[in-house]
C-alpha cells in the first residue's frame, strides 16, 4: 500500500513539474516571438524609409567636375545610405524604355537633365530632418531641383508611430499574461506542499531556510523551460530564414543574442518572484487557514 501511494505521489510531483516547465517554455517561447517580431519589424520599417528616393537635378550648365565633386560630398555625408548618378542620357533611355518610344524622336534634343539618386538612412527620413537636407543641398548653385515624395513620407512616418504603439500595448498585456500564467503554475505546486511548508515553521525553521529549496526548484524549472524555449526560436528563426531568405533575420546577431538573453533571464526572474511570494503568502497564513 506504501509503495502504491509513493508511486502516486511521485507521478503527481512529475505531472506538477511538467505543467510548469510547459507553462514556463509557452509563455517564453510567445515573448521570445514577440521581441524577434519588434527586432524584425523595426528593420522591415527602415528598409522602406531607405528606398524613398530624393532626386536632386542639376542644370545643364553644370560641369563634370561640379558633378563628380558633390557625388564625393555624399560619400561622407552622414545622411546618405547610397546614391547613384543618373546622366541625361541614361535618364531618356529609361523613360524610353517605360512609354515604348523614343521621345526625342520628334522634340529634336534630349530635355532631361543629369541628377542624383539619393537614398538616405532611415534616421533621416523624417521630416524636419529632410527638410534641413533639401535646403543645404539648394545652397548649390548648380542644382536645379530636388523632388521626393512628402507625402509618402508623412504617411510612412505616421503609420509606423501608429503600429509602434500598438506594439508596445499588445508587448505589455503579453508581459503581464506571462507573469500571471508562470505565478499561477508555481503556486499550484507550491500549493500542494503548504502543509509541509507551515510543519518546517512550526518546529522551527526559518522562513528563509524554508524557501530556500523551493526557490532553487522553482529557478531549475524556470532554466529549463528557458533553455526549451530558446532552442525552440532558434528552430523557428533557421527555418524563417531558409524560407524566406530575403528577409534577413539572421543578419543582427547582436539584437538576436539580447532577446535570446532576455528570455532567459525572464525565466529565472519569474520563478524566483514568484516562488519567494507564494511560500510567503503560506508562511504568513494561520494553520487553520491551510484547510
Not at 517554455?25 to 527602415?46: E, M, P, Q, R, T
Not at 526625342?104 to 529632410?130: C, R, W
Not at 522551527?204 to 530556500?212: L, Q, S, V, Y
Amino acid at each position: 500500500m506504501s509503495s502504491s501511494f509513493d508511486k502516486f505521489q511521485k507521478r503527481r510531483l512529475i505531472s506538477s513539474y511538467f505543467s510548469v516547465v510547459l507553462s514556463i517554455f509557452l509563455v517564453l517561447f510567445l515573448l521570445g516571438l514577440l521581441g524577434f517580431f519588434i527586432i524584425n519589424s523595426n528593420k522591415l520599417a527602415n528598409d522602406f524609409k531607405e528606398k524613398i528616393a530624393m532626386t536632386v537635378f542639376f542644370e545643364n550648365t553644370a560641369k563634370d567636375s561640379t558633378l563628380v565633386k558633390f557625388g564625393k560630398e555624399l560619400k561622407v555625408a552622414p545622411y546618405a545610405k547610397s546614391m547613384v548618378y543618373v546622366t541625361k542620357e541614361q535618364a531618356a533611355k529609361q523613360h524610353t524604355d517605360i512609354i515604348g518610344e523614343d521621345f526625342m524622336t520628334f522634340l529634336g534634343e534630349n530635355p532631361l537633365q543629369n541628377s542624383y539618386d539619393i537614398h538616405l538612412k532611415a534616421d533621416y527620413v523624417e521630416k524636419d530632418s529632410i527638410a534641413k537636407i533639401e535646403a543645404k543641398l539648394r545652397e548649390n548653385p548648380m542644382v536645379s531641383d530636388i523632388v521626393y515624395d512628402k507625402q509618402l513620407i508623412n504617411l510612412v512616418n505616421d503609420n509606423i508611430k501608429k503600429v509602434s504603439m500598438w506594439i508596445l500595448i499588445i508587448s505589455g498585456f503579453l508581459t503581464f499574461i506571462a507573469v500571471l500564467l508562470i505565478n499561477s503554475s508555481l503556486r499550484l505546486s507550491i500549493h500542494s506542499n503548504r502543509f509541509i511548508i507551515k510543519t518546517m515553521q512550526m518546529v522551527g525553521a526559518t522562513k528563509a531556510f524554508i524557501r530556500k529549496p523551493f526557490v532553487t526548484r522553482s529557478i531549475k524549472l524556470g532554466i529549463i523551460g528557458a533553455v526549451l524555449a530558446i532552442i525552440a526560436l532558434i528552430g523557428v528563426l533557421l527555418y524563417v530564414e531558409s524560407k524566406f531568405p530575403d528577409l534577413g533575420i539572421l543578419e543582427n546577431k547582436g539584437l538576436i543574442g539580447i532577446v535570446l538573453l532576455a528570455v532567459f533571464g525572464v525565466g529565472i526572474l519569474i520563478t524566483w518572484l514568484s516562488t519567494h511570494f507564494a511560500t510567503q503568502r503560506f508562511l504568513n497564513l494561520r494553520t487553520d487557514d491551510l484547510y
